[in-house]
């Protein structure tokens, strides 16, 4: 049996789970998630907790016992708490600021870069740190919104100037100096 699987999620306080069939709705303070699961894994929500179980041994649905119990436990985490991302932004001039709800981002192009916000996404510039913080109750989304951000300008590995997530290591290289004479 999956160790992850045979996990129950813990449904905390002012968060609903409802189950119709393969649906499964999360409502909570932070908004309202809804993902369809594969029918060979059975979803049902119990004194206060969703448990997982799976219709057979079969490989594929082992594989999906344990990811549809994580999915779950994503969704009413992030209606509860709701995820954040971070990212950081090196370099001589380069910064990011908001404009409304847009982010605008300044890493060395000849144009801002201007980002807006998906349906459930926020963000939050701090211009002192240079830091963007990226927030909202989907984890796959959040995820998804920073890997698009640091795509902009990723840091490259020389000086370590772009956008990178904080606490990521940069692989550095040493560049012409450091070459050796035969």
Do not use: W
Not at 75 to 94: A, H, N
Not at 132 to 153: H, Y
Not at 158 to 172: A, D, N, P, Q
């Amino acid at each position: 049996m999956s160790r992850i699987g045979r996990l129950p999620v813990a449904i905390p306080a002012g968060v609903q789970v409802a189950v119709n069939g393969t649906e499964v709705t999360v409502k909570g303070p932070k908004g309202e998630l809804k993902r369809a699961f594969s029918p060979s894994v059975g979803i049902t929500v119990e004194d206060g907790q969703v448990h997982v179980t799976r219709s057979s041994d079969e490989a594929k649905v082992r594989a999906l016992h344990g990811t549809t119990r994580a999915l779950i436990h994503n969704m009413v985490t992030g209606v509860s708490t709701g995820f954040t991302k971070v990212l950081e932004i090196d370099g001589v001039g380069y910064r990011a600021e908001l404009d409304g709800k847009n982010l605008m981002v300044y890493v060395g192009y000849s144009h801002p870069v201007k980002v807006e916000p998906e349906t459930g996404i926020t963000f939050d510039a701090d211009t002192k740190t240079r830091q963007v913080k990226i927030m909202g109750a989907d984890a796959e989304r959040v995820g998804q919104v920073a890997a698009d951000i640091r795509k902009i300008r990723p840091p490259e590995p020389y000086k370590g100037k772009g956008i990178h997530y904080l606490g990521e290591r940069i692989r550095r290289k040493a560049g012409k100096s450091a070459k050796t004479k035969a």
